[in-house]
């Protein structure tokens, strides 16, 4: 499919007009991603980070955050913009990390993926975010479950290049992780969530509320939640055996 934003220049240009805005905006992974996976005290990677906001919330819990985009204009504001210590902007090309291999606890990415129509992209994509992952690899992209959300986004893409992004069926992360992990030997337990939709808990009264509590009934929700009403697909992938 014909994705509208594909080269660091075009996404150089939109995080000109956005970054500041969204940088501001509620980091909702973030919190989230503080409740329900290990980040204290862990190493954790972003990939595709743009603007770095969730990476920036996570960075007061991580020992480490690293934020990958080959935007040089979006690593670069966020260098600019006063980041925490222990976090870094990396200029770089997921599909050729210039990290050893197994370096970071935690690696994850939001509308990542969906900015990839090409399936071999995003074999390779998913084999080198593996590579540097020891722990646990997490890939948010648009859920095509969610017919709703979807329908908006083929009306919209008509006149905006944002929207033409490229939208997963949950059976489509399963086949990208089983294939991926067996290329790669490596034994994982593997499964599909959801993320986002209509979220309360970051609205009104609440969106005051202590990040934690966020994140928790954010957590709640969402396995509650049927998986068309999320906003994005989780494939979540937990490593516990790398064969030699
Ligand atoms: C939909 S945006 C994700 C924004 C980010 N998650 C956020 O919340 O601010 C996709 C991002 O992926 C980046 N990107 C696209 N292809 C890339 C590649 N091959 N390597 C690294 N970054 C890439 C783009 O520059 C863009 O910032």
Request: proline share 4%.
């Amino acid at each position: 499919m014909e994705i509208g934003l594909n080269s660091a220049e075009s996404w150089n240009a939109e995080w000109e007009k956005w970054f500041a805005r969204y940088s501001r905006g509620t980091p909702r992974l973030g919190m989230w991603l503080a409740w329900s996976q290990k980040v204290d005290g862990r190493d954790t990677l972003e990939l595709g980070a743009g603007s770095g906001r969730e990476s920036r919330f996570l960075a007061a819990r991580a020992r480490s955050v690293t934020c990958v985009d080959f935007s040089s204009g979006a690593m670069d504001a966020l260098r600019e913009s006063r980041p925490p210590l222990n976090l870094r902007a990396c200029t770089m090309d997921a599909r050729n990390l210039d990290f050893p291999d197994g370096a970071f606890d935690l690696s994850f990415h939001k509308g990542f993926w969906s900015c990839f129509g090409d399936d071999d992209d995003v074999a390779l994509l998913f084999a080198e975010q593996l590579r540097v992952t020891r722990g646990t690899l997490l890939a948010l992209v648009h859920n095509a479950a969610n017919s709703k959300m979807h329908e908006m986004f083929r009306r919209k893409a008509g006149t905006d290049k944002l929207y033409q992004v490229r939208f997963y069926q949950p059976e489509e992360l399963m086949t990208i992780a089983r294939s991926g992990l067996a290329d790669a030997g490596i034994d994982a337990a593997v499964r599909i969530r959801g993320f986002g939709g209509p979220d309360w808990m970051h609205r009104g009264l609440l969106a005051r509320s202590n990040p934690s509590v966020q994140g928790c009934l954010a957590a709640l929700a969402y396995r509650c939640r049927p998986l068309a009403q999320a906003e994005s697909l989780v494939l979540e992938v937990r490593i516990t055996n790398r064969h030699p």
